[in-house]
């Protein structure tokens, strides 16, 4: 049991102990090999790799996916646009420099998509009368917010309005 536990090595009078006696740091160790960065794994997939587009995916497909779910009201539109960002990484990947983080390189395609379909969905709406796919709860019309202002105004003493 005492053997399970890692031991230290301190002095040199430690690691002259009999193979019988041997400490578990004094052996050799095998380690896994520590996983890539994502921008390495980029950087191998700009290569040809496949299986580092697999982690890529893998480790952001979620996150990315709830990044859309949270801003559109569709998730089916959400998981369109998740698809669409990792299309768009697939056809850049020969242009990729990592100069930031691929989290912030992901999120800025990402949020590019998020805008153009927006932009659609608003172009849909104006020209052809189909309603948006999305609500943002901060737009609200300038009837809404000049109601909500008469109503707090009312609510004020007579000296305070």
Do not use: W
């Given at each position: 049991?005492?053997?399970?536990?890692?031991?230290?090595?301190?002095?040199?009078?430690?690691?002259?102990?009999?193979?019988?006696?041997?400490?578990?740091?004094?052996?050799?160790?095998?380690?896994a090999p520590a996983?890539?960065?994502?921008?390495?794994?980029?950087?191998?997939?700009?290569?040809g790799s496949a299986?580092?587009?697999?982690?890529?995916?893998?480790r952001y497909k979620?996150?990315?996916?709830?990044?859309?779910?949270?801003?559109?009201?569709?998730?089916?539109?959400?998981?369109?646009?998740?698809?669409?960002?990792?299309?768009?990484?697939?056809?850049?990947?020969?242009?990729?420099?990592?100069?930031?983080?691929?989290?912030?390189?992901?999120?800025?395609?990402?949020?590019?998509?998020?805008?153009?379909?927006?932009?659609?969905?608003?172009?849909?709406?104006?020209?052809?009368?189909?309603?948006?796919?999305?609500?943002?709860?901060?737009?609200?019309?300038?009837?809404?917010?000049?109601?909500?202002?008469?109503?707090?105004?009312?609510?004020?003493?007579?000296?305070?309005?």
């Amino acid at each position: 049991m005492q053997d399970a536990l890692p031991a230290f090595v301190l002095g040199p009078e430690d690691a002259s102990r009999n193979a019988m006696n041997e400490s578990p740091s004094t052996l050799p160790h095998k380690t896994a090999p520590a996983p890539l960065s994502d921008e390495q794994l980029m950087l191998e997939f700009s290569k040809g790799s496949a299986a580092a587009f697999a982690e890529l995916f893998s480790r952001y497909k979620q996150p990315l996916f709830g990044f859309f779910r949270r801003r559109l009201a569709d998730p089916a539109h959400a998981e369109e646009l998740t698809q669409e960002t990792f299309l768009a990484v697939l056809r850049a990947s020969s242009r990729y420099v990592p100069r930031a983080l691929f989290r912030t390189y992901l999120y800025a395609i990402g949020f590019k998509i998020l805008r153009a379909h927006r932009r659609k969905a608003a172009f849909r709406a104006t020209f052809l009368g189909i309603a948006p796919a999305y609500r943002d709860p901060a737009a609200r019309d300038s009837a809404d917010i000049a109601f909500l202002i008469r109503h707090a105004v009312a609510k004020l003493e007579p000296t305070d309005r």
